[in-house]
């Protein structure tokens, strides 16, 4: 089982990046698929959530309106868009499967919001 997270970096503040997870391993459309995302000194907090079926997605309230998450079943590969990033978005990004009792985590992505 692999997760493996792309597109984070530097970014000004007010600025846009794209992230990316590719699963492989497990059978990808069954798994509701989440971003979490981890500062230094803090706890990991639920970013965004979006369901097997791309049915339904839930968001953090202060990335509300910036973040958007969305999942492409057929490259069994999950996104996340953030826009208007801010200094406090800084943190390390993981991207989550979970089936039941079944999780899998991938390695992180660092996310600096910066000037």
């Known amino acids: 089982v692999q997760l493996v997270e792309s597109g984070g970096g530097l970014v000004q503040p007010g600025g846009s990046l794209r992230l990316s997870c590719a699963a492989s391993?497990?059978?990808?459309?069954?798994?509701?698929m989440s971003w979490y995302r981890q500062a230094p000194g803090k706890e990991r907090e639920l970013v965004a959530a979006i369901t097997s079926a791309a049915g339904s997605t839930n968001y953090l309230d202060s990335v509300k309106g910036r973040f958007t998450i969305s999942r492409d079943n057929a490259k069994n590969t999950v996104y996340l868009q953030m826009n208007s990033l801010k200094p406090e978005d800084t943190a390390v990004y993981y991207c989550?499967?979970?089936?039941?009792?079944?999780?899998?985590w991938g390695q992180g992505t660092q996310v600096t919001v910066s000037s």
């Open positions: 391993g497990f059978t990808f459309n069954r798994y509701d």
């Open positions: 989550n499967a979970r089936f039941f009792v079944n999780t899998y």
